[in-house]
Every structure is written in C-alpha cells, then in structure tokens.
C-alpha cells in the first residue's frame, strides 16, 4: 500500500501536459499495435498489388500479341478471299499483300497459294514454306518455330480457293509484346506443344530465385505466353517506417471516405440503381432525391434524363419511320405484281391477234417468262417479312404450273417434280425460275411432247443439287436456236455462280445452287 500511494503521488505531482500525454500515450498504444499488425498487412496487399500489376503486364503483352495474330489474320482471310474470286495476276495480288503489310505497325511477312498448293504472291524477301490449310475454313492454324523464333499464320479463304500464310519474325513479336511498364526483371517466352521460344529474357540472364510466373493462353488456345517476374516482398523495417504515419493516415482517410461516402458514392449507387431500374417492365427513368448530393451528380443525372428523353423520342420517330418503310416496300411489290400481270395480259391479247403461228408461239414463249418472274415476285413479296429467304418448292411448284398451262395447245408437256423442302436468297431464287423457264422452253422448241423431271436435292455444305431430265434434251444435233439457249442458260448460271452442266446422251441439265440452312 505505501508503494502504491507514493506512485499515485508522484504521478499527481506531474503538470497536466506531462498527464495527458502519458494518458493518451496509454490509450493509443493498443491501436498503436493494432494499427502495425494493419501495417503488416498493406505491406502484403502491396505485394499483391505488384503480383496484380504484373498480371496486368503479362494479360497486355498476351492481349497484344493475340490482337496482331487476330488482324493479321481477318485482313489475309479478306485478301486471300479477294484474290481467289477475282483471281488476280501476281502483280496485283502482291500489292494487296504490301498495302495488307503496311497497315500495321509491325513487321510481317504474308504470302497467299492456291488450293493445289501453288504461290500466287508473297510480300517482299519472304520465301515461305509450303503449310496445308487448316481443315475447317473458319479456323486459323498457329504454327510456333521455335528454331527460328517465328510464328506462322495459316488462313483459308471463305471459298476454299486460296489460303494465306503470315509470319511474325522474332523482332516483330518481341517489339509487340514488350511491357509498356517494364518491370526491373522480366521474362517472357512462348510455348506451343512442349517447345518454348524466349521473347525477353531476364537481365544478364539473372533470373530470379522464386519468379512468379503467369500463364495465358491465345490465337485460340494454340499459343501459350507465360511471363515470369521478379516480385520482392516489403521488408519488416520498411513496414515499420510506415507504421507511425499510419496513425494520421486512417483518421484522414475515414474522415474523407466518410465524406466521399455521404455526398459521392451513396448518390452514385442511387443513380446507378434508378438507371438499372430504367426500361425494366417500361419503368421510366426517375432522378432520386436526396439532399446532400453533390452538384455535379445531380446535373450528370438531369443531363443523362435529357439523353433518355431524346433517345425515346429518336426511337419512336425511327419505328415510324420503319413501319412506313416497311408499307413503301409492300407498296412496290404489289405495283410491280400488277406490272406484271397487265404485262401477261397485253401478250395474251397481242398472241391471240397475231397473224402468224411463229408470231403467236414468240408472244406465248415471252408470256410464259414473264409468268416466271410474276411467280417469284408473288412469292418474295409473301416472304417481305422474313430475314430467312424463299422456299423454293411453292415457287417451282407454281411455276411448273404456269409452264403447263401456258404451254401451246399442239404440244403435250409432262412435268414431273422431287422438290426438297430448301430456302435460298432472293438473289437466288430469280435466276433458278429463269433457268427452269428456259429449259422447258428448249425442250418444248424440240418438238410437241416434252416430259421433263425436276428435282432439288439437298447436299452437304449448305448446296442443293437442280436437275432437269428430259429425251427432248437429247439432241443428236444441236438446232440452230440452240446457241440462243445457251447464251441466255449460260448468263443465268453466272448470276448463280456455279456451272450449268448438259449430258447430252442422257438429256440431264444439272447446277449446284447455294442454299439457307
């Protein structure tokens, strides 16, 4: 007890600065410790914060890398595709080739062969190396030489007709995957099927005794980018000299999130929560009310209530203008039908005046052509609404009855169908009634019975097969209005792009056509 009492004595002779400083010093030590182990842990968050960076290094160089292989490769599958619709000499195909090369900020190297493995082109001092096409043409093959140090491109045309090749040498992939942030010690290098090429090695090839490494994956899983870093952890006097500013730090920094808190962040969540809730079961878009929202947020949400506004009011100006669009459109249809059925009906009436049979039989074959084309228009203006083309069945059908009923009264025309249930583009149903038209037209010029069979069968690789057999084909000498036939036959197929094949022991016109699967 008298220990104690003259303790507590000496303490009450102390001044009252002396007092609240060993008082405070008391009640702050706690959180004085507390505020360390704290320490500790913004010193690891800190090393993660790193690990974070270097992920954001390595994700940009892999990213980079898989864009340059991306654009490289849809310009050459465009090229390639150009180059074998248009076929293009040599000359013109390796100036897409520089003008292709020279939209980049990179080096590389293309080349385009044909489908029998034939170099069409190839850019400047690049002798590229034979490489099959990949089987499916919407797929790209990567090809990493880890000899060289290269990566090689393989592209097939849309057609099949061509493929393409590009290679990225060694500088150009090092120049695209270089860290924009470069770190003191990286390494980056490039894996494909247990071969490994390296990009960026580490400096003075001083490679770290524990780097973290992390691993991507592109150009579609085929390439792999890993990146290796040097990552130190903060050292213990380095977290302690962070420890006792700390103190002042968290009152600031509660005080200013509490601040944020109040007049930012809360007013953002409610705005962003009024947008989310915008066009939900037609609500509309209402500001929240709140009264210490800052000034700014409240004009940012009166100014995003003005664009909603303009953007309604644009969206019912353009489904207006849409349906009228769409009336205009049925509008044309219909007046071209009725065009056309005035036009049947003008020949009609000039065929039953005309004072010869080779003048009535010219009038009744230009009549039944234009039957033809009155037949697909009625059927496209019935699919006006549609985005998934024609159905060619109804329209051969129909068509094949219009032949027989305005086929002349002498001859004795038999029309058989096989027609598959197959939807094409009206690009492409026109031309196949036109080419149907004529042949029957050949076949009914080749004397006064005709029986002709017509089929549409279905075949790999979204094609159908047209055939039309018939013994008035089989001409043991061609007639002398043959060639008419057969330029206007031919012309047709070219609208078709495809080749309108004639056996002439079986009487067989046969076309591949392109269908909507």
């Not at 290094?57 to 390639?80: E, P």
């Not at 409610?270 to 915008?278: C, D, H, I, N």
């Not at 009436?349 to 003048?359: V, Y």
Request: aromatic content about 6%.
């Amino acid at each position: 007890m008298t220990n104690s009492n003259s303790n507590f004595f000496r303490f009450a002779q102390l001044s009252t600065g002396l007092k609240m400083l060993f008082i405070l010093g008391l009640a702050l030590l706690p959180l004085g410790l507390i505020m360390l182990l704290s320490s500790l842990d913004t010193a690891e968050a800190a090393r993660q914060g790193r690990i974070d960076e270097a992920t954001l290094i390595a994700d940009s160089s892999a990213r980079k890398l898989g864009a340059a292989i991306d654009n490289t490769a849809t310009g050459l599958r465009a090229a390639t595709t150009a180059t074998a619709i248009d076929e293009v000499d040599g000359d013109r195909c390796t100036l897409t080739l520089r003008a292709l090369a020279s939209l980049e900020d990179y080096q590389v190297h293309l080349a385009i062969f044909n489908r029998r493995g034939a170099l069409l082109c190839a850019t400047p001092a690049f002798a590229p190396r034979f490489s099959p096409p990949p089987r499916d043409r919407a797929l790209k093959r990567i090809t990493l030489d880890a000899d060289v140090g290269s990566l090689r491109i393989v592209i097939a045309g849309a057609n099949g007709n061509a493929f393409g090749v590009a290679e990225f040498p060694p500088e150009t992939i090092a120049a695209i995957t270089v860290p924009t942030d470069q770190p003191n010690n990286f390494e980056i290098r490039l894996g494909q099927r247990g071969e490994w090429q390296i990009i960026h090695g580490w400096d003075e090839g001083r490679a770290p005794k524990d780097p973290h490494v992390i691993s991507r994956t592109i150009a579609d899983d085929q390439i792999r980018v890993d990146a290796a870093f040097a990552i130190a952890p903060m050292r213990l006097p380095e977290m302690l000299s962070i420890g006792l500013p700390l103190l002042m730090w968290l009152a600031a920094a509660l005080l200013g999130w509490f601040l944020v808190n109040r007049i930012l962040l809360r007013p953002l969540s409610r705005l962003q929560s009024a947008v989310a809730r915008y066009g939900i079961d037609g609500a509309d878009f209402v500001l929240p009310e709140t009264g210490t929202i800052a000034r700014e947020i409240r004009e940012l949400g009166s100014a995003f209530g003005k664009t909603v506004d303009a953007l309604a009011a644009n969206r019912r100006e353009l489904e207006a203008g849409l349906a009228e669009q769409q009336r205009l459109t049925r509008e044309v249809h219909h007046r071209v039908k009725n065009n056309l059925q005035v036009i049947a009906s003008l020949l009609n009436l000039h065929a039953r005046e005309a004072i010869s049979d080779d003048a009535s039989a010219a009038y009744a074959g230009i009549q039944r052509r234009v039957g033809a084309l009155a037949v697909v228009q009625r059927n496209l203006f019935a699919e006006t609404d549609h985005r998934e083309g024609v159905i060619l069945r109804p329209i051969i059908a129909e068509l094949a009855s219009g032949l027989h009923q305005g086929a002349p009264v002498h001859s004795n025309l038999s029309l058989a169908l096989d027609i598959a249930d197959l939807r094409v583009t009206q690009d492409i149903a026109a031309p196949v009634a036109f080419l149907i038209t004529e042949i029957v037209e050949l076949a009914l010029s080749a004397g006064e019975e005709a029986s002709i069979e017509i089929s549409l069968i279905h075949q790999e690789g979204a094609k159908a097969l047209l055939s039309l057999v018939s013994e008035s084909l089989r001409f043991e000498e061609k007639p002398a209005h043959f060639e008419r036939y057969a330029r206007v036959l031919e012309g047709l197929s070219r609208q078709l792009r495809s080749k309108l094949d004639l056996d002439g022991e079986t009487g067989t016109y046969t076309i591949t056509i392109p269908v909507i699967e």
